[in-house]
């Protein structure tokens, strides 16, 4: 027998990292190769850990909830050697399993004391812990987010020597405590993956915005009289959407400043446009991406969009569907809204918010006149872009849907 290192794997572009939300085996299952062992939920995208090998899980390092990087342990796996090999190990006098479990407990003796997981180093850094003067319960000595949050609810030793010398002053917490009647939520699962996103976006990328008004009359007009006759051959629906995410891959074609990301001390201008789109599933948001947009019809859109749409909804959704994205187009206006500041996806340059379309007074050749206005509101990352480009990639936006119309524009 061998004793094999499960690990966590890497599932996706630029993912660092990878949280256990639910164990699919316990310790002493049998598995076979490929059979699912946890599921895994990154910031892109939730996924099965595959087993490599066949099996018996004979020891569960990661626990749900926890937060592991790429590449470090999360189980142990006892698996069948071959003949060969443990007929040599027999005459050594030293079974294959022998081995690799005293491999095993030297590597994580000398190396899991020194590694934490990014919730320990945050913790750590908010409350100005010296992780050094720790003793963890982990295994092999490992400081768990346990033992931080242990450490804070008892008082860091700063804190208790200030009590022991200023017994006569009050003591006021710094902390908001909450009655009996409050609704304490923990922060874990997806809702924790989106927060470390946004905080990520917000520290690393000087935002600046920009929007325009845009006048897409003619463009419901032509949308109205196809949308049901379009609906009944193809079978889904024909959205706005699908318009402004077909006029924006354009225009990242003319402007291809905006179709970049940043990394490390270089942008990267990608020849593919690779539209992200916002799918919200109750408390789960995800970020599938629409591949070669620029290359697709504005039906071949609408169907790509409804097809994501469904695979977030039910869960569905692949590696594959969630990286590659160069650009995201976000429709806050499917919930009312008429003005937004949205927050950039690391590591592209740019977001796009199309708000909702209104019915507004405007004057044309000095009369009122009512039309279906829509704001494009665009945040800009100030490191890879500027006012220039982005004021004329919005104006040639604003005209290419200006002139949408049943003469313009094949489905």
């Known amino acids: ?13 630029s993912v660092t990292e990878g949280t256990i939300t639910t164990w699919l085996v316990k310790e002493g299952d049998q598995v076979n190769k490929y059979d699912p062992l946890a599921e895994v939920m990154t910031d892109k995208v939730n996924a099965e ?25 999360i189980a142990y796996m006892e698996t069948e050697a071959s003949d060969e090999v443990e007929a040599n190990d027999k005459a050594d006098g030293i079974s294959n399993e022998k081995k690799a479990e005293e491999n095993v407990v030297e590597e994580i003796d000398q190396s899991m004391k020194q590694r934490y997981s990014p919730a320990v180093l945050r913790l750590a850094q908010e409350h100005h812990i010296d992780l050094q003067t720790i003793k963890g319960t982990g295994r092999g000595g490992r400081i768990t987010r346990k033992d931080i949050n242990l450490l804070i609810k008892e008082g860091l030793p700063s804190e208790k020597k200030e009590q022991e010398t200023e017994t006569s002053a009050p003591q ?3 902390a908001v405590h909450h009655s009996k009647e409050d609704t304490v939520i923990p922060v874990s699962g997806v809702r924790k993956a989106i927060a470390d996103n946004m905080v990520r976006s917000k520290t690393e990328i000087p935002h600046a915005w920009m929007t325009v008004e845009v006048d897409v009359t003619d463009l419901v007009s032509y949308r109205n009289q196809i949308k049901e006759s379009f609906k009944q051959r193809e079978g889904y629906n024909l959205t706005y959407f699908a318009f402004f995410v077909s006029v924006v891959a354009k225009a990242l074609k003319e402007f291809p400043q905006l179709n970049s ?4 001390h270089q942008i990267v201008q990608h020849k593919d ?7 919200a599933s109750e408390d ?14 504005i039906k071949g859109i609408a169907r790509e969009i409804n097809e994501l749409a469904h695979k977030a909804r039910n869960g569905k959704l692949t590696v594959s569907d969630m990286e590659g994205g160069t650009f995201t187009v976000n429709n806050t206006g499917t919930f009312g809204s008429v003005s937004s500041m949205g927050i950039i996806n690391h ?45 004329r990639f919005m104006q040639r936006v604003k005209s290419l849907l200006e002139n949408i119309n049943e003469n313009t524009t094949n489905i």
Do not use: Y
């Open 1 to 13: 027998m061998a004793k094999e290192a499960i690990n966590m794997p890497k599932l996706g572009e």
């Open 49 to 73: 850990i595959p087993a490599s090998f066949s099996g018996v899980i004979t020891e569960i390092i990661a626990a749900e909830g926890e937060t592991v990087e790429v590449d470090s342990l």
């Open 172 to 174: 006021v917490s710094q």
């Open 261 to 264: 990301t940043w990394q490390g």
């Open 273 to 279: 446009v690779n539209i992200s789109i916002a799918v």
């Open 284 to 297: 789960q948001l995800f970020v599938p991406v629409i591949k070669h947009a620029d290359e697709k019809s």
């Open 347 to 391: 590591p592209q340059a740019a977001i796009l918010q199309v708000e909702s379309i209104v019915k507004r007074p405007v004057i044309i050749n000095d009369m009122f006149a009512a039309r279906d206005i829509v704001n494009l509101s665009l945040s800009l990352d100030h490191r890879i872009l500027d006012g220039l480009v982005c004021g």
